[in-house]
């Protein structure tokens, strides 16, 4: 368990690197958008009885969206220092 939450991290930091390309408006308007469409997936596997789906949805769409906000955060502190 502790090698997987560490290969997410990495993997996290990765694509955080890579989105540092992508223009900030448009993280700006993903970011919310993958976090309320996880949180309706996931509430309506919940509402058909799925609740191991539901929970794996829902830490998916959590995990997506602190990756698109640590991206942002990384582009704040680039314009910052340039």
Same mark, same amino acid.
Request: glycine share 6%.
């Given at each position: =368990?502790? &090698?997987v939450?560490? #290969? /997410?991290?990495? @993997?996290?930091?990765?694509?955080?690197?890579? %989105?540092?390309?992508?223009?900030r408006?448009y993280?700006v308007?993903?970011?919310?958008?993958?976090?309320? =469409?996880? &949180?309706?997936?996931? #509430? /309506?596997?919940? @509402?058909?009885?799925?609740?191991?789906?539901? %929970?794996?949805?829902?830490?998916?769409?959590?995990?997506?969206?602190?990756?698109?906000?640590?991206?942002?955060?990384?582009?704040?502190?680039?314009?910052?220092?340039?």
């Open positions: =368990m502790f &090698f939450l560490v #290969g /997410l991290w990495i @993997l996290a930091c990765i694509v955080a690197c890579l %989105l540092q390309h992508v223009s408006a993280l308007t993903s970011c919310p958008c993958v976090a309320a =469409m996880g &949180f309706l997936a996931a #509430g /309506l596997l919940y @509402l058909s009885n799925n609740l191991p789906a539901a %929970l794996i949805v829902l830490a998916v769409s959590v995990y997506l969206s602190g990756t698109i906000l640590w991206s942002l955060r990384l582009q704040k502190n680039r314009t910052r220092s340039a």
